[in-house]
Protein backbone atom coordinates (compact mmCIF):
# COMPACT_ATOMS: atom_id res chain seq x y z
CA UNK A 1 0.00 0.00 0.00
CA UNK A 2 1.40 3.42 -0.41
CA UNK A 3 0.36 6.48 1.34
CA UNK A 4 1.83 10.51 1.98
CA UNK A 5 2.42 12.57 5.09
CA UNK A 6 2.82 16.08 4.96
CA UNK A 7 3.66 17.28 7.75
CA UNK A 8 2.64 20.41 8.15
CA UNK A 9 -0.89 21.88 7.13
CA UNK A 10 0.25 25.96 6.92
CA UNK A 11 3.74 26.99 6.86
CA UNK A 12 4.69 30.41 7.12
CA UNK A 13 8.10 32.13 6.35
CA UNK A 14 9.11 35.83 5.46
CA UNK A 15 10.06 36.83 1.83
CA UNK A 16 12.89 36.20 0.87
CA UNK A 17 13.79 33.43 3.30
CA UNK A 18 13.90 30.04 2.65
CA UNK A 19 11.27 27.26 2.70
CA UNK A 20 10.82 24.09 3.82
CA UNK A 21 8.11 21.57 2.77
CA UNK A 22 7.85 18.17 4.54
CA UNK A 23 6.79 15.22 2.60
CA UNK A 24 7.36 11.38 4.15
CA UNK A 25 6.13 8.46 2.13
CA UNK A 26 5.50 5.01 2.33
CA UNK A 27 5.15 2.67 -0.87
CA UNK A 28 5.53 -1.12 -1.40
CA UNK A 29 7.22 -0.51 -4.33
CA UNK A 30 9.41 2.04 -5.72
CA UNK A 31 7.60 5.32 -6.55
CA UNK A 32 7.73 8.04 -8.08
CA UNK A 33 7.36 10.98 -6.33
CA UNK A 34 5.71 14.64 -7.08
CA UNK A 35 5.03 18.28 -5.89
CA UNK A 36 2.33 19.80 -7.46
CA UNK A 37 1.34 23.70 -6.68
CA UNK A 38 -2.24 25.14 -6.92
CA UNK A 39 -3.15 28.45 -6.72
CA UNK A 40 -6.57 29.74 -5.64
CA UNK A 41 -9.04 28.41 -7.67
CA UNK A 42 -6.51 26.85 -10.69
CA UNK A 43 -5.82 23.49 -11.57
CA UNK A 44 -2.46 21.98 -10.46
CA UNK A 45 1.35 22.80 -11.58
CA UNK A 46 3.87 20.48 -11.84
CA UNK A 47 6.46 21.74 -9.91
CA UNK A 48 9.47 18.52 -10.29
CA UNK A 49 9.32 15.35 -10.08
CA UNK A 50 11.32 11.72 -8.64
CA UNK A 51 11.41 9.06 -11.09
CA UNK A 52 14.13 6.72 -9.97
CA UNK A 53 17.38 8.89 -11.01
CA UNK A 54 19.45 11.73 -9.66
CA UNK A 55 18.04 11.92 -5.84
CA UNK A 56 18.52 15.41 -5.82
CA UNK A 57 15.41 17.29 -8.52
CA UNK A 58 15.59 20.76 -9.56
CA UNK A 59 12.26 22.11 -10.50
CA UNK A 60 10.78 25.20 -11.79
CA UNK A 61 10.75 28.33 -10.26
CA UNK A 62 14.00 27.44 -7.86
CA UNK A 63 11.91 24.83 -6.04
CA UNK A 64 13.86 21.02 -5.57
CA UNK A 65 13.29 18.15 -3.29
CA UNK A 66 15.63 15.92 -2.28
CA UNK A 67 14.64 12.08 -2.37
CA UNK A 68 15.86 10.23 0.57
CA UNK A 69 15.15 6.54 0.78
CA UNK A 70 16.34 5.94 4.31
CA UNK A 71 14.09 8.53 5.47
CA UNK A 72 11.32 7.92 3.15
CA UNK A 73 11.41 11.41 2.61
CA UNK A 74 10.87 14.05 -0.33
CA UNK A 75 11.28 17.73 1.18
CA UNK A 76 10.31 20.15 -0.74
CA UNK A 77 12.84 23.02 -0.46
CA UNK A 78 13.58 26.76 -2.27
CA UNK A 79 16.43 29.06 -1.07
CA UNK A 80 14.57 32.39 -0.72
CA UNK A 81 10.38 32.46 -1.01
CA UNK A 82 8.94 35.08 -2.94
CA UNK A 83 5.03 36.67 -2.40
CA UNK A 84 4.12 34.64 -5.50
CA UNK A 85 5.11 31.49 -3.95
CA UNK A 86 2.02 31.74 -1.49
CA UNK A 87 -0.31 28.61 -2.64
CA UNK A 88 -1.18 25.12 -1.99
CA UNK A 89 1.21 22.61 -2.51
CA UNK A 90 0.27 18.66 -2.62
CA UNK A 91 3.03 15.94 -2.44
CA UNK A 92 2.21 13.19 -4.44
CA UNK A 93 3.67 9.71 -4.80
CA UNK A 94 2.92 7.16 -7.90
CA UNK A 95 2.77 3.74 -8.37
CA UNK A 96 1.53 3.86 -11.70
CA UNK A 97 3.61 0.89 -13.49
CA UNK A 98 2.57 -1.37 -10.49
CA UNK A 99 -0.72 -0.49 -8.68
CA UNK A 100 -2.64 1.96 -11.53
CA UNK A 101 -2.44 4.49 -8.05
CA UNK A 102 -1.71 8.17 -7.53
CA UNK A 103 -1.76 9.01 -3.59
CA UNK A 104 -2.29 12.88 -2.94
CA UNK A 105 -0.70 14.66 0.65
CA UNK A 106 -3.57 16.56 2.12
CA UNK A 107 -1.48 19.61 1.49
CA UNK A 108 0.52 22.49 2.69
CA UNK A 109 -0.76 25.87 2.82
CA UNK A 110 2.42 28.42 2.05
CA UNK A 111 2.02 32.26 3.71
CA UNK A 112 4.45 34.30 2.57
CA UNK A 113 5.14 37.10 5.11
CA UNK A 114 5.94 40.73 3.78
CA UNK B 1 4.99 16.90 -20.64
CA UNK B 2 1.82 15.80 -22.07
CA UNK B 3 -1.39 17.96 -22.40
CA UNK B 4 -4.49 16.41 -20.64
CA UNK B 5 -7.23 19.45 -21.87
CA UNK B 6 -10.18 19.31 -19.50
CA UNK B 7 -14.29 20.61 -20.41
CA UNK B 8 -15.89 22.92 -19.41
CA UNK B 9 -13.80 24.92 -17.00
CA UNK B 10 -16.81 26.05 -15.40
CA UNK B 11 -20.23 25.53 -15.08
CA UNK B 12 -23.19 26.17 -13.44
CA UNK B 13 -26.72 24.03 -13.34
CA UNK B 14 -29.59 23.56 -12.06
CA UNK B 15 -30.36 20.79 -9.20
CA UNK B 16 -31.87 17.86 -10.70
CA UNK B 17 -30.13 18.29 -14.35
CA UNK B 18 -27.16 16.00 -15.31
CA UNK B 19 -23.43 17.31 -16.33
CA UNK B 20 -20.98 15.94 -18.65
CA UNK B 21 -16.93 16.97 -17.91
CA UNK B 22 -14.91 15.81 -20.81
CA UNK B 23 -11.32 14.84 -20.45
CA UNK B 24 -8.66 14.43 -23.47
CA UNK B 25 -5.73 13.79 -23.67
CA UNK B 26 -4.33 15.94 -26.68
CA UNK B 27 -0.91 14.09 -27.71
CA UNK B 28 -0.69 10.67 -26.31
CA UNK B 29 -2.92 7.84 -25.49
CA UNK B 30 -4.19 7.19 -22.15
CA UNK B 31 -5.00 3.63 -21.21
CA UNK B 32 -5.49 5.18 -17.64
CA UNK B 33 -7.88 8.45 -16.82
CA UNK B 34 -8.43 8.95 -13.23
CA UNK B 35 -11.14 11.35 -11.70
CA UNK B 36 -10.63 13.63 -8.41
CA UNK B 37 -13.10 15.87 -6.39
CA UNK B 38 -11.68 19.08 -4.09
CA UNK B 39 -13.39 20.41 -2.26
CA UNK B 40 -12.84 24.19 -0.27
CA UNK B 41 -9.50 24.03 1.17
CA UNK B 42 -8.47 20.03 0.93
CA UNK B 43 -6.46 17.78 -0.81
CA UNK B 44 -7.92 16.14 -4.06
CA UNK B 45 -10.03 12.62 -3.43
CA UNK B 46 -9.87 10.37 -5.91
CA UNK B 47 -13.52 9.30 -7.19
CA UNK B 48 -12.82 6.13 -9.24
CA UNK B 49 -9.65 5.10 -11.95
CA UNK B 50 -10.82 3.74 -15.31
CA UNK B 51 -9.11 2.44 -17.80
CA UNK B 52 -9.52 2.55 -21.23
CA UNK B 53 -12.54 -0.24 -23.01
CA UNK B 54 -13.80 -1.73 -19.19
CA UNK B 55 -15.59 -0.53 -16.59
CA UNK B 56 -14.35 2.19 -13.97
CA UNK B 57 -13.28 1.03 -10.38
CA UNK B 58 -14.74 3.41 -7.90
CA UNK B 59 -13.27 4.63 -4.65
CA UNK B 60 -15.45 3.64 -1.44
CA UNK B 61 -17.99 5.81 -0.89
CA UNK B 62 -18.76 7.20 -4.26
CA UNK B 63 -21.82 6.16 -5.60
CA UNK B 64 -20.98 4.81 -9.67
CA UNK B 65 -24.87 5.60 -10.22
CA UNK B 66 -24.80 9.32 -9.53
CA UNK B 67 -21.22 9.83 -10.81
CA UNK B 68 -21.10 7.88 -14.26
CA UNK B 69 -17.62 7.86 -16.37
CA UNK B 70 -16.76 6.46 -19.60
CA UNK B 71 -13.59 5.80 -20.97
CA UNK B 72 -14.16 4.83 -24.24
CA UNK B 73 -11.10 5.72 -26.16
CA UNK B 74 -7.59 5.92 -25.57
CA UNK B 75 -7.98 9.75 -25.55
CA UNK B 76 -11.56 10.74 -23.86
CA UNK B 77 -12.69 9.96 -20.72
CA UNK B 78 -16.28 11.38 -19.55
CA UNK B 79 -17.51 12.15 -16.01
CA UNK B 80 -21.42 13.01 -16.01
CA UNK B 81 -22.74 13.98 -12.65
CA UNK B 82 -26.47 12.68 -12.60
CA UNK B 83 -29.38 14.82 -10.87
CA UNK B 84 -26.95 16.82 -9.35
CA UNK B 85 -27.50 18.67 -6.09
CA UNK B 86 -25.93 21.98 -5.01
CA UNK B 87 -24.19 18.86 -2.54
CA UNK B 88 -22.52 18.07 -5.36
CA UNK B 89 -21.04 21.95 -6.26
CA UNK B 90 -17.05 21.06 -6.38
CA UNK B 91 -13.93 21.50 -8.36
CA UNK B 92 -13.43 17.99 -10.38
CA UNK B 93 -10.22 17.44 -11.93
CA UNK B 94 -8.99 14.47 -14.66
CA UNK B 95 -5.63 13.09 -14.80
CA UNK B 96 -4.45 10.67 -17.23
CA UNK B 97 -1.62 8.78 -17.86
CA UNK B 98 -0.14 5.83 -20.35
CA UNK B 99 0.68 2.36 -18.95
CA UNK B 100 4.19 2.69 -19.83
CA UNK B 101 4.29 6.14 -17.75
CA UNK B 102 4.99 6.68 -14.08
CA UNK B 103 3.67 10.63 -14.27
CA UNK B 104 -0.15 10.92 -14.93
CA UNK B 105 -1.05 14.30 -16.19
CA UNK B 106 -3.33 16.66 -14.79
CA UNK B 107 -6.22 18.65 -16.49
CA UNK B 108 -7.07 22.04 -15.40
CA UNK B 109 -10.12 21.01 -13.69
CA UNK B 110 -13.72 22.04 -13.75
CA UNK B 111 -15.34 24.29 -11.05
CA UNK B 112 -19.50 22.94 -10.96
CA UNK B 113 -21.73 24.93 -9.33
CA UNK B 114 -25.54 23.39 -8.61
CA UNK B 115 -28.01 25.81 -8.05
Known amino acids: AQSVTQLDSHVSVSEGTPVLLRCNYSSSYSPSLFWYVQHPNKGLQLLLK??????LVKGINGFEAEFKKSETSFHLTKPSAHMSDAAEYFC????????????FGKGTRLHILP | GAVVSQHPSWVICKSGTSVKIECRSL??????MFWYRQFPKQSLMLMATSNEGSKATYEQGVEKDKFLINHASLTLSTLTVTSAHPEDSSFYIC???????????FGQGTRLTVV
Open chain 1, 92 to 103: VVSVLNRDDKII
Open chain 1, 50 to 55: YTSAAT
Open chain 2, 95 to 105: SASHRTNTEAF
Open chain 2, 27 to 32: DFQATT
